[in-house]
């Protein structure tokens, strides 16, 4: 079928909005999108337009840290080969060396920015985590180095003085002139709608695990950036690839708390309800297998004792070792009357980090002209089918100073001159927010179905059967709420969640292996022969 989105979500004429002109608009505020905006040239006008504000990315979200080959017993060819392993045979060979070759400088830079990494007398503590056959992870403060890295590149733009922040802005789309991108079309509280004209423009909004109702993410992630990708015609991939964290704490009522890997990393156990240490069961590797095979463990765990999670073990380790190495978990744990020196910490998957996104390459360039992308927004190739632990922090440093250098040079080679351009907009009248009988939507009530079909249905273990009935539902709530106009952030999000999460169930369905974080039960084996390649949409083709 085709998926029946309009171009824009809002009806809007250029002569009766304001307009703001700038070189360089950046979409998304969290370290990707603030390293694109270091990289700027000084003598370009920059726009940094975020959802929220700075501190609600998913990057100061991330507990493990960051993974570079730092240690000289290590080398790039270990972690190159750990990368490749864990993105099982999917990866793109030549941006997983790229990204992991520039690792070591990008996090030098952090350093010399001001970022407080943990160290061991003068030398970086270094962490391992699943999947690495090193200790290569920096950390900062124990379990909060997402926070100290965003603490670091938000102080650091500050001293930019051609880079300007709108936080508590939502981009609605993309304008779009002659297949190109001309900027973005932002809302704001009290001042509504902006045409913001940009030469060359910059997608880092991060990822998409609202769609789920077991994640990790902030409430923030809600596939914003790759639904307006698709609706102004950029190619995306890989939407079938959702990584799922094996170790989210789990107790009823309460929000979703990720467990870092690290504590794995630490040796603790993964145990179920009877106290027995399931992971050698499944791999070699115990508890430091890669996250897609802990996460089906844990699952399959759960399945054969009828148990609605599994539980951490570090009873065998140094409670103050461990309570010092990991503060914010140990005091999230308190909260709960759990002490992680002597009590199993109860745990079970959730999403976590989404691995398609829009297309790039090398650059971070798309295939939509002056659009360049980076981050967890992006499908970049370094992942593959299930993304290495600490990679992500990686890969938003190295692809945000590769789309922050490429714009600014294209920026720079335009002519001077910014204009207000014609764009693509609906000509139909589209339906109110009441047409139906006089009564609104239920928003919440839709979005809390989408997150509990998508959980149940499009988790971590697929089957054709469940993945059509998604599609069947989507496709519903997709006819009657796509088409309708909103005037506020609830609505259009849902809307951006019920685009992508319909392209998830159609990659999830065309893909009929089992690889990385795809799990079709119908389908167990990974088939190199026929399903050795990425799965693409563009808008205007059948899902």
Same mark, same amino acid.
């Given at each position: 079928?085709?998926?029946?989105?309009?171009?824009?979500?809002?009806?809007?004429?250029?002569?009766?909005?304001?307009?703001?002109?700038?070189?360089?608009?950046?979409?998304?505020?969290? =370290?990707?999108?603030?390293?694109?905006?270091?990289?700027?040239?000084?003598?370009?006008?920059?726009?940094?337009? &975020?959802?929220?504000?700075?501190?609600?990315?998913?990057?100061?979200?991330?507990?493990?840290?960051?993974?570079?080959?730092?240690?000289?017993? #290590?080398?790039?060819?270990?972690?190159?080969?750990?990368?490749?392993?864990?993105?099982?045979?999917?990866?793109?060979?030549?941006?997983?060396?790229?990204?992991?070759?520039?690792?070591?400088?990008?996090?030098?830079?952090?350093?010399?920015?001001?970022?407080?990494?943990?160290?061991?007398?003068?030398?970086?503590?270094?962490?391992?985590?699943?999947?690495?056959?090193?200790?290569?992870?920096?950390?900062?403060?124990?379990?909060?180095?997402?926070?100290?890295?965003?603490?670091?590149?938000?102080?650091?733009?500050?001293?930019?003085?051609?880079?300007?922040?709108?936080?508590?802005?939502?981009?609605?789309?993309?304008?779009?002139?002659?297949?190109?991108?001309?900027?973005? =079309?932002?809302?704001?509280?009290?001042?509504?709608? &902006?045409?913001?004209?940009?030469?060359?423009?910059? =997608?880092?909004?991060?990822?998409?695990?609202?769609?789920?109702?077991?994640?990790?993410?902030?409430?923030?992630?809600?596939?914003?950036?790759?639904?307006?990708?698709?609706?102004?015609?950029?190619?995306?991939?890989?939407?079938?690839?959702?990584?799922?964290?094996?170790?989210?704490?789990?107790?009823?009522?309460?929000?979703?708390?990720?467990?870092?890997?690290?504590?794995?990393?630490?040796?603790?156990?993964?145990?179920?309800?009877?106290?027995?240490?399931?992971?050698?069961?499944?791999?070699?590797?115990?508890?430091?297998?890669?996250?897609?095979?802990?996460?089906?463990?844990?699952?399959?765990? %759960?399945?054969?004792?009828?148990?609605?999670?599994?539980?951490?073990?570090? &009873?065998?380790?140094?409670?103050?070792?461990?309570?010092?190495?990991?503060?914010?978990?140990?005091?999230?744990?308190?909260?709960?009357?759990?002490?992680?020196?002597? #009590?199993?910490?109860?745990?079970?998957?959730?999403?976590?980090?989404?691995?398609?996104?829009?297309?790039?390459?090398?650059?971070?360039?798309?295939?939509?002209?002056?659009?360049?992308?980076?981050?967890?927004?992006?499908?970049?190739?370094?992942?593959?089918?299930?993304?290495?632990?600490?990679?992500?922090?990686?890969?938003? %440093?190295?692809?945000?100073?590769?789309?922050?250098?490429?714009?600014?040079?294209?920026?720079?080679? %335009?002519?001077?001159?910014?204009?207000?351009?014609?764009?693509?907009?609906? &000509?139909?009248?589209?339906?109110?927010?009441?047409?139906?009988?006089?009564?609104?939507?239920?928003?919440?009530?839709?979005?809390?179905?989408?997150?509990?079909?998508?959980?149940?249905?499009?988790?971590?273990?697929?089957?054709?059967?469940?993945?059509?009935?998604?599609?069947?539902?989507?496709?519903?709530?997709?006819?009657?709420?796509?088409?309708?106009?909103?005037?506020?952030?609830?609505?259009?999000?849902?809307?951006? %969640?019920?685009?992508?999460?319909?392209?998830?169930?159609?990659?999830?369905?065309?893909?009929?292996?089992?690889?990385?974080?795809?799990?079709? *039960?119908?389908?167990?084996? *990974?088939?190199?022969?026929?399903?050795?390649?990425?799965?693409?949409?563009?808008?205007?083709?059948?899902?």
């Amino acid at each position: 079928m085709h998926l029946a989105t309009p171009r824009y979500l809002v009806p809007f004429h250029p002569k009766r909005l304001p307009h703001r002109f700038v070189d360089v608009l950046i979409v998304g505020g969290g =370290l990707a999108g603030l390293r694109a905006a270091i990289e700027i040239d000084p003598a370009l006008d920059v726009l940094v337009v &975020t959802k929220d504000d700075l501190h609600q990315s998913s990057s100061a979200y991330a507990q493990g840290g960051i993974a570079g080959v730092l240690d000289p017993s #290590d080398r790039f060819e270990d972690h190159i080969a750990d990368t490749l392993e864990a993105g099982r045979n999917l990866c793109n060979r030549d941006i997983v060396e790229m990204v992991v070759r520039d690792g070591p400088q990008r996090i030098r830079e952090l350093i010399e920015w001001g970022a407080r990494f943990d160290q061991t007398g003068d030398q970086l503590d270094l962490g391992r985590e699943g999947g690495h056959s090193r200790h290569r992870v920096v950390h900062a403060n124990g379990d909060a180095t997402g926070r100290e890295i965003m603490r670091t590149v938000i102080n650091w733009t500050d001293k930019l003085p051609h880079v300007e922040l709108w936080e508590n802005a939502f981009t609605i789309d993309l304008l779009t002139h002659r297949e190109k991108c001309r900027g973005g =079309l932002v809302w704001q509280s009290g001042r509504g709608m &902006t045409l913001v004209w940009a030469k060359q423009t910059i =997608l880092c909004t991060g990822g998409v695990g609202q769609i789920y109702r077991e994640t990790s993410n902030p409430e923030v992630a809600t596939g914003d950036g790759h639904a307006i990708a698709y609706r102004a015609g950029a190619e995306l991939a890989d939407m079938e690839f959702m990584q799922f964290h094996p170790t989210m704490l789990y107790i009823a009522g309460s929000s979703r708390t990720l467990i870092t890997e690290a504590v794995r990393g630490e040796a603790a156990y993964l145990v179920d309800n009877t106290g027995r240490r399931f992971m050698g069961d499944f791999d070699e590797r115990m508890e430091l297998a890669p996250r897609d095979v802990v996460s089906q463990a844990i699952t399959t765990q %759960m399945e054969k004792t009828r148990h609605p999670c599994v539980y951490l073990d570090l &009873t065998h380790l140094d409670g103050e070792h461990i309570k010092s190495r990991f503060p914010g978990i140990d005091k999230t744990c308190a909260k709960f009357g759990l002490d992680v020196a002597r #009590d199993p910490i109860p745990v079970r998957p959730g999403a976590h980090y989404f691995i398609g996104g829009v297309t790039v390459d090398a650059e971070g360039r798309t295939s939509l002209e002056n659009l360049w992308a980076a981050g967890e927004v992006t499908a970049s190739g370094l992942h593959g089918a299930n993304r290495l632990a600490s990679n992500s922090l990686l890969e938003g %440093m190295v692809f945000g100073a590769h789309a922050g250098a490429g714009a600014s040079q294209a920026a720079a080679a %335009m002519s001077d001159e910014l204009k207000i351009l014609p764009v693509e907009n609906e &000509t139909i009248e589209r339906a109110s927010l009441t047409d139906d009988g006089g009564e609104p939507l239920n928003l919440d009530d839709i979005r809390n179905s989408l997150k509990s079909l998508m959980w149940r249905n499009v988790g971590v273990e697929r089957v054709r059967e469940r993945l059509e009935e998604a599609a069947d539902n989507l496709d519903l709530w997709c006819r009657y709420v796509l088409p309708r106009q909103f005037d506020d952030i609830p609505g259009w999000e849902l809307q951006n %969640m019920l685009l992508v999460a319909r392209l998830m169930v159609a990659g999830a369905l065309a893909r009929e292996e089992t690889r990385g974080v795809h799990q079709r *039960t119908d389908f167990p084996d *990974t088939d190199d022969g026929a399903w050795r390649r990425h799965l693409a949409f563009r808008r205007g083709e059948p899902v």
